[in-house]
């Protein structure tokens, strides 16, 4: 069964003070790793696909990493519009169909403060 | 960009009623597309994917009878509660992915409260 666990739970940061958030994961043949921001009472938002062991994705203050056992969304010098879960899902291989559903891991609570 | 809409945002209605949730892919075909249920401070738990003219394929535990999903049209798909009950009242969201493999984009979910 493929599993996904993010640290920490939640987390507290200074405005400009740097962080990074884990997710390991067990799959059987990882297809794609994929990064997404929840706003409270909203829908996921996509951030970014990784498909690889040693690819890294950028987007403004945000960069994903993968390894084969974990991926680290690293923030750098957040503000507090950064204050959203990160949401953390593995797609495996396997049939159509099935093969295309997510697994999502229980998300970190990141906070920014000013 | 990749815009899903859901509707409605939020709907609250008596035991024993019918609920209909609609989930629309506005600039994108989806071949498939997917229905999640979360609670307060969990994650997503996944109902059951659909693809455009076939049956949903649904998740152990979830009842097929009760959460009836139709997937109309490469830019539509619809889930009824039917008879909902206050169990039932949940966060429910939508998501939808242009091809096999390809990320999902989420709708902004439907708070379902059941009185």
């Known amino acids: 069964e493929d599993q996904v666990t993010q640290s920490p739970e939640a987390l507290r940061l200074q405005e400009g003070e740097s962080s990074s958030l884990n997710c390991s994961y067990t799959?059987?043949?990882?297809?794609?790793l994929f990064w997404y921001r929840q706003d409270p009472g909203k829908g996921p938002e996509f951030l970014f696909t990784l498909y690889s062991a040693g690819e890294e994705k950028e987007k403004e203050r945000l960069k994903a990493t993968l390894t084969k056992k974990e991926s680290f969304l690293h923030i750098t010098a957040p503000k507090p519009e950064d204050s959203a879960t990160y949401l953390c899902?593995?797609?495996?291989?396997?049939?159509?169909?099935?093969?295309?559903?997510?697994?999502f891991g229980e998300g970190t609570q990141l906070t920014v403060n000013p | 960009g990749a815009v899903v809409s859901q509707h409605p945002s939020w709907v609250i209605c008596k035991s024993g009623t019918s609920v209909k949730i609609e989930c629309r892919s506005l600039d994108f075909q989806a071949t498939t597309m997917f229905w999640y249920r979360q609670f307060p401070k969990q994650s997503l738990m996944l109902m059951a994917t659909s693809n455009e003219g076939s049956k949903a394929t649904y998740e152990q535990g979830v009842e097929k009878d009760k959460f009836l999903i139709n997937h109309a049209s490469l830019t539509l798909s619809t889930l009824t509660v039917t008879s909902a009950h206050p169990e039932d009242s949940s966060f429910y969201i939508c998501?939808?992915?242009?091809?096999?493999?390809?990320?999902?984009?989420f709708g902004d979910g439907t708070r379902l409260s059941i009185l």
């Open positions: 799959v059987s043949g990882l297809r794609g």
């Open positions: 899902a593995v797609q495996a291989s396997g049939k159509e169909t099935s093969g295309s559903r997510l697994t």
């Open positions: 998501s939808a992915s242009r091809q096999l493999y390809q990320p999902q984009h």
